[in-house]
């Protein structure tokens, strides 16, 4: 139908193509002219540009000139010129899209097309990349035509210094990865002066490897976090308890879903053991979701598949690339879980500073782009969560790869042996291979099994990270066989070896279907690079996960009728085209399970940009007095309606409470008397009241001067925001994790959140506005010590990182804070020490 339809009202994809040529016709009838030019008058072009933008050109009118000069510079200066399908890659880009280009065409160069045109206007490209190593080297390969032709690079890597940094963000194009262009937005909203932000507003991102970022990658959020006060001492409990617990009997484990649940006796036994009578009591939330994450730390996160053990550290391991993840931490007690579990030192959980989603952190760019090579198995997903289509880009020479179909087995036992013997007969011709594997038990087994034959490989899993690069660079070599653990985002080109093309080009071997689709092809993808001769062929057994899980029953019940023996594959289209759909029902799954974590963030969201958006006011500003007095006319108002409702007799009004209602608030002891405010009518009660608190006001002005009064009105509402901002993170967290719960009582949990959000919002404007007028009438200047930002982590999915420190002002308070380090000296938090009786 799909195919009748295309036939009928014409493809897509094929329109998008037809349309930008005519921008590439313009670019090649440019290409002699920019030859003609000398290096001088080529980067003069620059200026020429941007002299053309003030007075009113668009870039979309430049776009031909501007992409044949960069071609030109290209040509000069790399030796690289563009070919007419990356062009159409760079206009794919410009116009906000997301280029899916096959492996080797490259798209590194493409980049430099839209990322030089949008440079022009001088408010910053950020190019995204998914490493340090990449985002190194594409800055300087790629700067080198970016500087010959006037235009600043910048880099952002991890480690970089303050100044460094900020310098980096005011380049006009600035390289680095998601992890840290996130970071720094969210640092950027927690720094006390303007001068300490890094970045400037978010204009244009190109997306490296645009599916790993923004699908992958986007299942965990980036966190900014501080060190955390609960013991790890429960974690070592529950792991000598866990393992006495026993599979089906005491707990089930449902791989699908990737969840844990204990049963009737697990819980009976555990109670025994922990030595309580109701593990689901109120009092024992804390112990039950211990429980619970102990259970699965057991029964789901696998060694040397999920995470590693490293020098006495718990690393986890990326399922989509293979690489280690050093200082990410699963979130929710799980990493501390895993390390009890495996015996090594149990980290404290952190506490939530500040966080977003990748989803809503490249939401805000003003324009957004990316490119990769596997994009359009989730194209609904980009266009429902991100609005960018996915354009497909014909490759500048014929894909001449075979695959073949899939080949399965009874049991992965059969599976190995043939995959060796592929290897075996292959290898003895010479002609390269790369084998992929989803785990890193599958690489080492794989290993093994090809020693004991005598074939010489490399392994490229997350336990030679280091190596990877080189590995990959030599897999095209004549005889090499190279097993590596997926092939995602890798950003090495495989070159094939003299007379390799001869022997058939580099053989791809997959011993697995991968849940997603894409990263199958990714593996593929790397055979048969621009028009090389090249194979692919997946090995799979009933046994395998995707297999086990998703889609075996039917070809089992075909090779048990047809008597089929172990090492007795099948081999048919058929069997491709069902793991395929397989595979589309775990995508459709997955997406629904990405799609509903950002239903909930986006009611997050808003109340972000409401706090983020007041502190921008707060920085910005030149003086607070107004939006402080506003807030003080608020409470007396709330106070008034408390204490001399107008719907009550003034004779039955409360003075008195009145009166240290205000105390509490703005006016000094005693300035207020009960007895003369009942003289008052109710409009002149309210003026006399705002007196006093202009009159208390001003004479705190006068004892601090003008300058640190404006000073001391930034820092406490700076303050009092992010404090309460903190408190409001865990409050929500708290929400969400019980809000599934209402289903049962026939309520849409995501209405219930988005109604109860809603008022614990409110309620935190609130307080938000009575203790900064508290504070602000009872602060005083000191000296300065630590700022919480030179505590504070940065986390993506729990990823720790230090902060920048930064030199600012604090304040001293009468009465110290609740979430306030005690004045006692025990190192706790005010509320859990001496005031946790008030």
Not at 389 to 397: G, S
Request: charged letters at 30%; glycine letters at 8%; hydrophobic letters at 35%.
């Amino acid at each position: 139908m799909i195919k009748f339809l295309k036939k009928l009202f014409g493809d897509d994809n094929e329109k998008e193509i037809k349309r930008m040529m005519k921008y590439v016709e313009k670019i090649n009838l440019l290409e002699a002219e920019m030859h003609k030019l000398s290096d001088v008058s080529l980067a003069g072009k620059t200026e020429v540009f941007r002299r053309r933008l003030e007075k009113g050109e668009t870039i979309d009118e430049i776009l031909p000139e501007a992409f044949a000069v960069v071609r030109e510079a290209s040509r000069r200066v790399l030796g690289m010129r563009h070919f007419d399908v990356q062009l159409l890659g760079g206009v794919t880009l410009h116009e906000g899209n997301i280029a899916e280009m096959r492996t080797g065409e490259g798209k590194t160069l493409v980049g430099t097309l839209a990322t030089y045109l949008n440079a022009l206007p001088g408010k910053g490209v950020h190019v995204v990349t998914v490493n340090d190593y990449l985002a190194k080297r594409d800055s300087e390969w790629m700067g080198k035509v970016y500087r010959f032709l006037g235009l600043s690079v910048g880099l952002i890597v991890h480690g970089l210094d303050f100044v460094d940094r900020k310098q980096a963000y005011y380049a006009d194009i600035t390289y680095g990865t998601n992890n840290e262009f996130g970071f720094d937005y969210l640092r950027d909203n927690m720094v006390i002066y303007p001068e300490q932000m890094v970045q400037r507003p978010l204009n244009y991102a190109i997306v490296d490897e645009v599916d790993s970022i923004l699908i992958d990658e986007a299942r965990t959020p980036l966190i900014i976090s501080g060190p955390g006060e609960k013991s790890t001492e429960l974690y070592h409990v529950l792991a000598r308890i866990v393992p006495k617990l026993k599979e089906v009997e005491d707990y089930t484990i449902d791989e699908k879903a990737r969840t844990v649940a204990p049963t009737e006796s697990g819980i009976a036994k555990a109670e025994k053991l922990l030595g309580i009578s109701n593990l689901y009591d109120s009092e024992n939330i804390e112990m039950s979701h211990h429980f619970n994450q102990a259970l699965r730390a057991r029964g789901l996160m696998k060694r040397d598949r999920d995470y590693v053990v490293k020098d006495g550290e718990v690393v986890i391991v990326d399922e989509f690339t293979g690489r280690l993840m050093f200082g990410r931490r699963y979130s929710d007690g799980l990493h501390q879980s895993i390390e009890a579990k495996e015996g090594v030192k149990v980290e404290r959980e952190s506490q939530t500073l500040a966080s977003i989603t990748f989803q809503n952190y490249f939401r805000m760019y003003n324009k957004l782009s990316g490119m990769t090579g596997t994009a359009k198995t989730e194209e609904s997903e980009f266009r429902k969560i991100y609005n960018l289509d996915v354009i497909t880009i014909p490759t500048n020479k014929a894909v001449s790869r075979q695959d073949l179909p899939d080949i399965i087995y009874k049991n992965t036992r059969a599976k190995y042996r043939a995959v060796v013997e592929s290897i075996t007969e292959r290898h003895a011709k010479g002609q390269p291979l790369l084998v992929g594997t989803t785990s890193i038990v599958q690489s080492e087994e794989l290993s093994h099994l090809l020693k004991q034959k005598g074939v010489p490989h490399n392994v490229l899993n997350a336990k030679y990270h280091e190596m990877e690069a080189q590995i990959i660079s030599q897999a095209g070599q004549m005889g090499a066989v190279t097993i590596a653990t997926n092939m995602a985002g890798r950003g090495t080109d495989i070159v094939l070896g003299e007379g390799v093309a001869e022997l058939g080009g580099l053989h791809i071997i997959g011993t697995e279907r991968h849940e997603s689709r894409r990263i199958d092809n990714q593996l593929r993808g790397r055979a048969g690079r621009q028009g090389d001769p090249g194979s692919s062929h997946f090995y799979l057994s009933l046994e395998d996960d995707l297999m086990r899980l998703f889609g075996s029953d039917n070809i089992a019940t075909i090779m048990e009728k047809l008597g089929m023996g172990e090492d007795e594959p099948i081999e048919h289209s058929l069997i491709t085209r069902s793991i395929e759909q397989a595979q589309k029902k775990v995508e459709g799954r997955n997406f629904d399970i990405r799609k509903h974590v950002l239903e909930y963030d986006d009611v997050m969201n808003q109340q972000r940009m409401v706090i983020y958006g007041q502190r921008r006011q707060i920085l910005m500003g030149e003086s607070m007095r107004e939006n402080i007095f506003h807030m003080v006319e608020k409470l007396i108002d709330r106070g008034m309606t408390l204490f001399a409702d107008e719907k009550v007799y003034s004779e039955e009004w409360d003075y008195q409470g009145l009166v240290e209602y205000c105390e509490e608030i703005f006016a000094p002891a005693g300035q207020l008397k009960a007895d003369e405010l009942a003289k008052f009518s109710r409009e002149e009660l309210r003026e006399e009241l705002l007196r006093v608190a202009t009159v208390s006001y001003d004479g705190r002005e006068a004892l601090f001067g003008t300058d640190n009064m404006r000073e001391m009105e930034k820092v406490v509402m700076l303050k009092v925001v992010d404090s309460k901002w903190m408190e409001h993170l865990d409050a929500m967290d708290t929400l969400r994790e019980g809000i599934s719960l209402r289903s049962y009582g026939q309520r849409d949990p995501l209405i219930e959140y988005k109604i109860e959000a809603y008022d614990m919002f409110q309620q935190l404007i609130e307080i938000i506005q009575e203790d900064i007028a508290k504070y602000i009438y009872r602060v005083n200047i000191v000296s300065q010590p630590e700022d919480r930002l030179q505590q504070a982590h940065a986390v993506h999915g729990e990823e720790e990182e230090e902060v920048p420190k930064v030199k600012q002002p604090i304040v001293n308070k009468e009465h110290t804070g609740r979430n306030e380090l005690c004045t006692c000296g025990s190192g706790k938090k005010y509320k859990k020490c001496c005031g946790a009786n008030q």
